[in-house]
Structures are given as C-alpha cells and as structure tokens.
C-alpha cells in the first residue's frame, strides 16, 4: 500500500496505554450489578450473564498467559480508531503469549456467520496502525441475532479453536454481543463474548463509558470544516450555510460542533422534542436569527443542524413509530416485503391513523418517499438520507417571505448547503481517539485472559493524561431497559441522548443568544498529532463539561 509522507510518520506513533495495562494485571471486582431498567425481564432474559460485578484491572505480579484464539469483528458504521482496537487487541493477546492468535471476521458480523475470515499477521497490523477507516477487515450492519446465526459461528469459532470474540459496535451491535455472549454461556460452549463501545454519533455512554470512540475524531474533522466555512461566509458575508452533521438520533455531535465552533443557531433534537415545537416553531426560529442579524445589516450566518432532528419533532416522531409497527410482519418480526414502491406507499396510507396521515401528507413529496421506504437492517428509519438542511432553508425562505410582505424583515437571504457524514467517520484517529482505542483493544485482552464474556470493555478517567487512565469492564446487562423496537418490546442497551440538565447543553444555552446575534466564530483548524500536550491530545468540550473539566 502506498503511503503519504504523514501516514508513514504517524505508523510510528505508539500509542498510550493505561498505567495499570503497561505490565501484568488482576482483576479486582466490585459488586453484583442490575440493568438500568426493567430489572427482572433483563434478569429472565440474561440468566448466565446478569449481576455480574464491575471489573477493574490493576497491577499484578504476574498474569495467566495462557495462548487464547480471538476473532474479532467491526459492526455498524465506521468509527475513527477502530484500527487500533484490532492493533490494541492484536498486541494485547500477543503480549500474553505469542502463540496467540488473531483473526479477523470479514465484513462486519456476516462474517463470522459465512465462515470469512483472515489471520493477522505483524505485517498485516502494522499497515493499518493508527489509520482511519474500518478496511483492516471491513463492516457490515448484518444483525446477529437468530439461533442459526449463532450455530453457523460456532462451527468456524471450533474449527480454528477460538476462545473469544470481541465485537466492536454500537449500542445495537452491543446488544446483541450480549445475546451471543447469554446463548453461548447457557449452551456451556467455552465461548467468551467481548464488546467495544464504538460510534461516531457519542450515544453509546453512561455512568460506566465516558465516550464512544470516534467521536473525538469525527467532531474535530467537523468542527474543522465548519470553522472553514464560517471564515469563508465571514470573508463574503452574502451567504447563510445551512450545515447537518452526521448523528442518527442523538445530537451529541452538532452540540460538540457547536461548542467547538460557535456558529449563530444550532438545533438540538432532544430540545425540540422537549418543548414539543412544531416543524413551522423550528422554521420561525431559525428565520428569527436570520431577521434579527439582518436588522444589523449582517445577511450571513451558520446554522447546525443534526442528521436526526426530524425524528424528534413530536408530531413526526409518532408517525414513525407508526410507521415502524405497520411495516413490521407482526408474524415474523421482519419487515414486510412488497412488490413496489407504489405497493408500500399505498400500504402505509391505508393503514395509518388520520392524524399520521396528515402529518405525512404535509410533508414534501421526496421526505414523504424516504419516510415510507427506507429502513436499515434494524429497522430504523435512514435519516441520513433525508435532506433535513435544504428542506430548512427552503422553508426558512418562505417564512422571511411573507415577514417581508409584512413589513417585519428587509434583508437579503441566500443559502449554500452541505451534509458532513462521510467525511469525518474514517479520517485519522486523533492522539485521543488512538490511545483510547489501543487501550480498548488491549484491554479486551485482558477481560478474555481473566475469563470474562458478556462484558464490555470500558476505559475511564480519559480526561486525565493516559497513563492514569482506568482500565476495566462493566457487564453489558448493566445497561440495558427493555425498549419498543420494530413493533416488539425487545432487550437493549439504552441509548444516550443529549441531556438537556447536563453541563455541555446547559453552557451552549447560556451562550447561543450572543453567538446568534454577533459573530463569535471559532476556527478550531485541523487535528494536530504532534505539538504541545493542549493541542494535541484534547478531549472534546462535552466529555470536559461533562466531567466538570
Ligand atoms: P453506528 O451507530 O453504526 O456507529 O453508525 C453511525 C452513523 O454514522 C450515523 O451517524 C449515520 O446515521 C449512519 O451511521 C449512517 O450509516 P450508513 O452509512 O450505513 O447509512
């Protein structure tokens, strides 16, 4: 593979580690530990991987260094750091013993299901060592979840004598490590079962996981681009730019934007929906911000917008949760199959409530389409694909139209559009993102050495300088409610929303009147690797908020 002058430098880069990883450790348990909801459903559904206590490593004389087989598999979306969990986890099993090994499952969970596979090698690892991207081994969003599934892995996890595997993922493929790591465990198969908290989106944490990996990254490559345009529509001041970021539901990353960047409005989903605004209040908003600046001769500005705000307006929330039900097969819990397009569209007007309907009907005709149609392998609906900026700025358009025609706003308003997504989900770790997921990865080792399955594993203190980190694992259990999802109530870990009464949203809210109404920009430039310690190896503002930093 042919590399830049940057990418050989950075190869070189070692990673951190936690003080407590740097030599042998034991495991020092806390005490039994509950789901944070529905206690004694999860307890009945998990009976082999419930209450079990927090882990955390800590120095040790010596360790068992047994030779262990682990597989390991990339889920969901791509994540920046994910490279260095294998790279983490590959020198982790090999710092045991060097008969370890690892193999890596090809195309997310699939993988494991169809019996394609590689094995590392040192060649192999050190071509992908702090580097963006999941092509190590590549991703898929394939569910494991069916008894078959399972099996099919059991016969290729015998054949090359694996002990553990190790699932990198979000909240879903999370779940579903725990459903592996219970139906392995009650089968008494001697399979270990390990997850990693990873997703650009930030909604994979709680009391026990201060970040998802690749959140870091994915929001300073943002922030970087949207520090950008706000100097170019402070340059040209004709423009207004109307920016999504990536964040299926949860706004953790147009927030941590927001922080980083200052830009006049950020929206944040979760607010929204708490203060039940309409899709018109959202509008009547953001077209204030655009008045009001006008009023002072200023006809730019920046607005944020995240990926899931649509889902969050209440009215359009409850018509996609009907959504949800009427396109599930309540016979099968799949989605139901139809012959076209026109065949589901019809279906769905046929058999929502008329107040669902209405609210569809309301909706411009490509939304309306992406509503009806689209769905990933969880049944969840592709916001991504639902063009939430230009459809703003379109009606935000209107709006200071009619102000106009009534005398309430004499401005001038034009609007550029960009989606950041892709952009950011594989750049180059940053310090933190890499060292965070070395740690992760080697640290799984270590939960596999001492026995564990059904655990995550969990790094902690990362505000702190690395080797001071603490290195350990929460039981996955621990974090799950039991949820409605595709039309049946269902076993998961309960995703992380931006908390309205939490210290990053509560410091933006004190600052957002005066980033709206003057120009208070931040140009956070691009992630630096090497240079002093401050601007290097920084954690994001929320995680500093939210740990009081
Ligand atoms: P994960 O939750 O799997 O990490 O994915 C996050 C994400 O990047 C979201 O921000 C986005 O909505 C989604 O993936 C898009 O996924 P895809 O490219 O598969 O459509």
């Known amino acids: 593979m042919e590399k830049s002058a940057l990418q050989m430098a950075r190869a070189a880069y070692q990673p951190k580690l936690p003080k407590a990883l740097q030599g042998p450790v034991q495991a020092k348990e806390g005490a039994a530990t509950q789901s944070v909801g529905n206690q004694e459903e999860i307890k009945a559904l998990f009976p082999n991987t419930y209450g079990m206590p927090v882990v955390e490593f800590v120095p040790a004389e010596s360790e068992n260094n047994k030779a262990i087989n682990v597989g390991i598999i990339l889920s969901g979306g791509q994540a920046p750091g994910g490279h260095n969990v294998v790279s983490g986890l590959y020198d982790g099993v090999k710092s045991l013993n060097k008969e370890s ?3 890596g499952f090809l195309m997310g969970p699939g993988g494991l299901v169809d019996h394609k596979y590689i094995e590392f090698t040192d060649e192999y690892i050190d071509e992908y060592r702090n580097t963006g991207g999941f092509d190590i081994i590549g991703s898929g969003r394939t569910k494991l979840e069916k008894e078959s599934q399972f099996e099919s892995g059991m016969e290729i996890i015998r054949k090359l004598g694996i002990n553990a595997i190790v699932i990198i993922g979000g909240d879903d493929s999370n779940t579903n490590a725990c459903v592996l790591a219970e139906y392995y465990a009650a089968k008494q198969y001697g399979v270990q079962v390990i997850g990693c908290p ?5 909604d994979l944490k709680n009391e026990q996981i201060e970040t998802s990996f690749g959140f870091d990254t994915a929001c300073k490559t943002y922030s970087e681009l949207i520090g950008n345009i706000q100097r170019d529509c402070n340059s040209a001041r004709k423009y207004w730019h109307f920016i999504k970021v990536m964040g299926r ?3 953790h990353i147009a927030l941590e934007c927001a922080l980083q960047c200052q830009p006049n409005v950020c929206l944040v989903s979760e607010e929204v929906e708490a203060k039940q605004m309409s899709l018109d209040d959202v509008v009547a908003y953001i077209a204030k911000a655009v008045a009001d600046r006008a009023a002072d001769g200023n006809n730019f500005g920046t607005v944020v917008i995240p990926e899931g705000l649509i889902e969050f307006i209440p009215a359009i929330k409850k018509l996609i949760a009907q959504l949800n039900e009427v396109l599930t097969d309540p016979a099968t819990g799949e989605s139901r199959v139809f012959g076209s397009a026109e065949e589901q569209i019809d279906f769905v007007l046929n058999n929502i409530t008329s107040d669902n309907k209405a609210v569809l009907e309301s909706l411009p005709a490509d939304v309306k389409r992406q509503l009806c149609l689209d769905r990933d392998p969880h049944g969840n609906v ?3 694909l ?3 900026e230009k459809l703003l700025s379109a009606m935000v358009a209107k709006k200071l139209g009619e102000w106009k025609a009534a005398g309430k706003y004499n401005g001038k308003f034009s609007a550029q559009h960009h989606f950041f997504g892709y952009e950011g989900r594989c750049a180059a770790p940053s310090n933190y993102d890499a060292d965070y997921c070395y ?8 939960l596999i050495s001492n026995g564990k399955t059904g655990y995550m594993s969990v790094i902690k203190n990362t505000t702190a300088p690395a080797a001071e980190w603490i290195a350990g694992g929460v039981p996955i259990t621990m974090m799950m409610n039991i949820e409605r999802r595709n039309g049946a109530n269902k076993p998961v870990i309960r995703k992380a929303l931006v908390e309205l009464e939490g210290a990053p ?7 957002r009147e005066e980033w709206a109404k003057q120009t208070c920009y931040v140009y956070p430039g691009p992630i630096q690797y090497w240079g002093p310690t401050e601007v290097c190896d920084q954690c994001t503002r929320t995680l500093a908020l939210e740990q009081g930093k």
Do not use: M, P
């Open 386 to 388: 639902i063009e939430t």
């Open 439 to 446: 740690s992760l990865g080697y640290n799984a080792s270590r």
């Open 505 to 511: 949203f509560k410091y933006f809210a004190s600052k």
């Open 382 to 384: 592709q916001v991504s």
């Open 249 to 251: 539901s949860a706004s």
């Open 101 to 103: 090994k690892l193999y």
């Open 198 to 202: 990873k997703t650009i989106d930030g």
